[in-house]
C-alpha cells in the first residue's frame, strides 16, 4: 500500500479566514495522487477557483467543515487507509488533448469513503472553529479586567484577545473561538487610555 505524507495544520483557527464582506471562506481536503501528499486548505479566493492539478484530477479534492488543526489533522490519519487505496488505484489516461488521471474501482471506493467520513455529522462542536461576535465576547470591563495602561504592547494586547477566546471554548462549546476585530477593540481602548490622560 502506498505511503500518504500528512502535511498537518499547526495553527488553531488555520483554515479560518473571511472575505472583506465577512463571509467565511470555504475549507477542502486535498490528495495529491502522484506523491501522497494530503493536506486540509482554506480557499483563499474570493470565488472558488480549480487548478489544473485538480481539474485534471491528479490532486483530489473534499469539501470539509471548519474544523480546528487538532480536528483536520485527526481527520487525515483517520482518511490514510483510504487515501492510500486511493494511492494504489489510478492510471494516467490522454482523452484529449492534457493527461488526466483515471481512478480505478478500489480508487473509487476509496473515495466515496472519505468523501462520507469528511461530511458534517461527522464532527462535534469540540471539532470545529466558531466565529464569534464582539459583543459576545466583551463585557466592557476588559481595561481593569487585564490591567491595560496606555503602555500595553501589541503583543501583549493580542496576548490578552487570545486569553479571552480561549476562556469562551466552554461557553460556546467548540474547539476554539475566533473573534474578528477584538484586537483592534483593545488597541482601541488602551489608546483611548493614552488620549485621556
Not at 500595553?152 to 484577545?161: H, K, L
Request: charged residues 25%.
Amino acid at each position: 500500500m502506498s505511503a500518504i505524507t500528512i502535511i498537518e495544520c499547526t495553527d488553531p483557527a488555520e483554515l479560518y479566514m473571511t472575505q472583506p464582506s465577512g463571509t467565511i471562506q470555504p475549507v477542502y481536503l486535498k490528495l495529491d495522487l502522484r506523491d501522497g501528499q494530503m493536506w486540509a486548505i482554506v480557499d483563499a479566493h474570493l470565488s472558488p477557483r480549480q487548478t489544473e492539478d485538480e481539474y485534471n484530477r491528479f490532486v483530489q479534492v473534499w469539501g470539509i467543515p471548519l474544523l480546528t488543526a487538532q480536528a483536520a489533522n485527526d481527520l487525515m490519519e483517520t482518511l490514510r487507509p483510504y487515501a492510500a487505496r486511493m494511492v494504489s488505484d489510478w492510471t494516467t489516461i490522454k482523452p484529449q488533448s492534457d493527461l488526466v488521471a483515471e481512478l480505478g474501482p478500489d480508487a473509487i471506493a476509496a473515495r466515496e469513503e472519505i468523501h462520507n467520513l469528511c461530511t458534517s455529522e461527522n464532527f462535534s462542536g469540540r471539532d470545529l472553529v466558531y466565529e464569534a461576535d464582539l459583543e459576545a465576547v466583551t463585557n466592557g470591563s476588559e481595561v481593569e479586567e487585564f490591567g491595560i495602561t496606555p503602555d500595553t504592547s501589541n503583543a501583549r494586547i493580542d496576548e490578552i484577545a487570545s486569553e479571552i477566546t480561549t476562556g469562551l471554548v466552554d461557553a460556546f462549546e467548540c474547539g476554539h473561538v475566533v473573534a474578528p476585530g477584538l484586537s483592534q477593540c483593545l488597541r482601541e481602548l488602551r489608546d483611548d487610555l493614552s488620549r485621556e490622560g
